[in-house]
């Protein structure tokens, strides 16, 4: 999607953060964008510094938990109600969810996966009919993470495993919804200056949480320290950039490289060189005809 000017983005944790710096970044393009946020604080400063900026005629804000699906389909009406038709949609919203794994329950894998992967979902069920129906095209956003790309210590695993599988969600249906005119781009940040480990203050009441990993959260154990962190505000140009150019992964630190280069060695290491010429034959013609 070249021009943008004059189109309408939804973006889910749009109201802090990287959400923010995306939602800033279309607003430069001369998008109109709703920010959909869990709290409302985030919301208010939002708003307040669009005002400030003169810009406040191009966001609406819609206070939304990204696992309510009833919700989600209100925020959908209440985004065409206001702007219009909706031709990008940026699913954003995440919880830095993480404390020792020994002492993990099935709240934390609840409250973590509804969030960093449901939400992903609930997004793309609520939103793709929509912009399908008005045939105009658009874009999607899954916004995942470098630590997906990783290994990572066990202490992340419910973090790594929503994230892992918005990154292959994103992979899987890029191929068909470019059919439609629809494009699909991944975000996998490293370290960004946001508050994704403010955990306890993320988590809609409906959610619990064990005992392990409330001490995490309560010691600050949920954020990381990094020697320097990336403005959410450069994360929003790398991601107006996929979109205008159809780009598949937006990664935004290359530190990592050397880790990533590892993993895929190992994977390529461990794949046999005996090959059935049937089953290769049959796999090119997959691949020829995703091509086309």
Not at 101 to 123: C, K, P, Q, S
Not at 205 to 214: C, L, M, P, T, Y
Not at 265 to 280: E, F, G, S, W
């Amino acid at each position: 999607m070249k021009n943008l000017s004059g189109r309408v983005a939804f973006i889910t944790g749009g109201a802090s953060g990287i959400g923010l710096g995306i939602a800033g970044a279309l607003v430069d393009a001369g998008m109109k964008v709703v920010l959909a946020d869990l709290r409302q604080d985030h919301i208010d400063e939002a708003l307040a510094g669009f005002e400030r900026q003169g810009r406040r005629q191009s966001v609406h804000a819609i206070r939304l938990d990204v696992t309510d699906r009833a919700a989600m389909a209100a925020a959908a009406d209440e985004t065409e109600r206001v702007f219009g038709k909706v031709h990008v949609l940026v699913n954003n919203a995440g919880v830095g969810i993480q404390g020792p794994f020994r002492g993990i329950t099935y709240e934390d894998w609840d409250f973590g996966l509804a969030v960093n992967l449901g939400g992903v979902v609930n997004g793309l069920q609520t939103f793709l009919p929509r912009i399908r129906s008005h045939g105009e095209g658009g874009h999607i956003v899954n916004t995942a993470s470098l630590a997906a790309l990783v290994p990572m210590p066990a202490q992340f695993v419910v973090y790594v495993a929503a994230k892992s599988a918005v990154i292959a969600i994103s992979e899987t249906i890029r191929g068909e919804l470019a059919q439609e005119g629809i494009g699909v781009s991944v975000l996998c940040p490293g370290p960004v200056r946001t508050n994704i480990h403010e955990v306890a203050k993320n988590r809609p009441g409906k959610f619990g949480v064990g005992e392990a990993f409330r001490q995490a959260e309560q010691s600050g154990a949920t954020q990381v320290p990094f020697p320097s962190m990336m403005e959410p505000s450069e994360v929003g140009k790398l991601v107006l950039r996929a979109i205008q150019n159809d780009e598949l992964y937006v990664i935004t630190h290359g530190e990592w490289r050397p880790m990533v280069e590892a993993r895929l060695a190992a994977i390529l290491a461990a794949m046999p060189t005996k090959l059935d010429p049937a089953l290769v034959a049959m796999l090119q013609g997959r691949q020829a005809e995703g091509g086309k």
